[in-house]
């Protein structure tokens, strides 16, 4: 519903290259925020062309706004190509996330989703959804390596995030997954995850801070 980021940065102003001996600071920024991506009824995403940042090169676990611009990248591609969402590989070919959200699979009963060593953001929402899925649903989290084809022939894909929120993928490059319709288990996690964040489940109030009006 609010949108809430905090920047950490370097703020001299010295023009050169480097990160010691410069003045850190802190702004963080509220914005209204809607639905990014439809909840409701799902999404088509495309793989991109453009591969994910290496951990090498940018640490990937970290979100860095100099990083943004290869998730930018790919964002842009799949909208001009009448995609809502990207799905981004490794530089080996496995599935990675997308340009903003990290990537579920539902198969043989089980959630499967890329490990951390394949520059995936350590997302917060990524865990919840794997503690929401064992405690409430029984349903263990398979954490490997996810070839690209596995997503063509999954039960169901979504996709998660801050803004994200639980975001069902109905069609990935024109093929439909499952029957082409949000499928049972993302449904599930999905009330699951608002139920928690919106304090309706008093199991996961240690997920949240309360916030009082000054009015």
Partial sequence: DVYIRPLAYKSDTVIGLGLTNLKDDLAIYL???GEYLDVTKGIKCCISSWIRTEDN???ARAKITGGYINNSLAKAEAKENGYAEAIMLTSD?????????????????NLITPPVSDNILEGITRKSVIQLAQDELGIATIERHV????????????LCGTGAQITPVTEIDRRAIGNGAIGPVTQQIQNLYFKAVRGENPRYNSWLDPVYSLS
């Fill in 31 to 33: 914005a209204p925020f």
């Fill in 57 to 59: 090169s940018i640490p």
């Fill in 93 to 109: 070919g496995h599935v990675c996330e997308g340009t903003g959200e990290n990537v579920f699979l539902v198969r043989n009963g």
């Fill in 147 to 158: 070839d690209r084809t596995e997503l063509f022939i999954a039960n169901e894909v979504f």
